[in-house]
Structure formats: structure tokens, C-alpha cells
């Protein structure tokens, strides 16, 4: 890492992704492709990059088929490979492509097809009020870490 703030960013990026449960972790290219060919188009899923200088891949099942895409990591910013546009925080740059007009994603493939109930009511909140308004809600300090642990639409 080039400073202790890159550091950081990785290390939360790689908790928030165990916690997102559309991370697959060391799954190689084909496996991902092969989990995604029978998905509809935009459904995508984080993984392991086999390459050296990568940390995350990006697989998504586009109309021509199932690809992958590399995520780098620098100045303290991620992006995709062949895109100028960068975030702060990965899932940052997951949302936008969700929410971008040409919509190059869709819904993540999780690992688990039925999500608790807790975290389906978290993504409610977070997207009826905003992440930037999550302190502003009058919750008890445990339920307010809570939404804050993950404040993300996906």
C-alpha cells in the first residue's frame, strides 16, 4: 500500500464485501461466468482478481454474455478498468453503475438467494432517507450502527 488512508480503504471495502453477500471471494473467471449464464442481463457479482495488480474483479452478464471486468485501486480511488470516473469507496462505484442511465448493472447474484430480513429492511432505509441522513433517524445506538455498517442501496 502507498499510505496507511489506501490501507484503509481496502480493509473496509473487503469487510463491507464480506458483509454484502454478492462477493465470491478466490471464484475464477469461468466459475463466475458459468454462475452467471443463466442470469439475466446486469447481474453481476465481485470476486478475487487473478491479477497482480487488482484486488477485485467486477463479473456481469452482459447481452453478448457473461464478462469480467477489472477494478483498480489508485490514488485512493476505484474504478473500473477503461472508465475515467472514480469513488472513494467501491460499493460507491457499484451504485452508480446500478443507477447510471445506460444501467450496465442490474441485481447482484448473492451467494444466498433469500437475505434476512434485517438486511432487506436496512437497504429500505438507507434508500427511503439517504445514507447522508442515517444519523438523523431516532434509533437506539445499536440499531443506528447497525444501519450505519452497511449504508449502501445494493
Known amino acids: 500500500f502507498r499510505s496507511h488512508a489506501d490501507y484503509r480503504r481496502i480493509t473496509r471495502a ?24 443463466a442470469e439475466p442481463v446486469g447481474t453481476f457479482l465481485v470476486r478475487d482478481s487473478r491479477q497482480r495488480n487488482c484486488f477485485f474483479a467486477l463479473s456481469v452478464k452482459m447481452a453478448s454474455g457473461p464478462t469480467s471486468i477489472r477494478v483498480h485501486f489508485q490514488a485512493g480511488r476505484f474504478h473500473l478498468d477503461g472508465s475515467r470516473e472514480s469513488f472513494d469507496c467501491l460499493f460507491e462505484l457499484l451504485e452508480h453503475y446500478v443507477a447510471a442511465p445506460r444501467r450496465m448493472l442490474g441485481a447482484p447474484l448473492r451467494q444466498r438467494r433469500v437475505r434476512p430480513l434485517q438486511e432487506l429492511c436496512r437497504q429500505r432505509i438507507v434508500a427511503t432517507v439517504g445514507r447522508e441522513n442515517l444519523a438523523r433517524i431516532p434509533l437506539n445506538p445499536v440499531l443506528r450502527d447497525y444501519l450505519s455498517s452497511f449504508p449502501f442501496q445494493i
Not at 20 to 36: K, M
Open 14 to 37: 473487503s469487510a463491507l464485501l464480506d458483509a454484502c453477500g454478492f462477493y465470491w471471494g478466490p471464484l475464477s473467471v469461468h466459475g463466475a461466468h458459468e454462475r452467471l449464464r
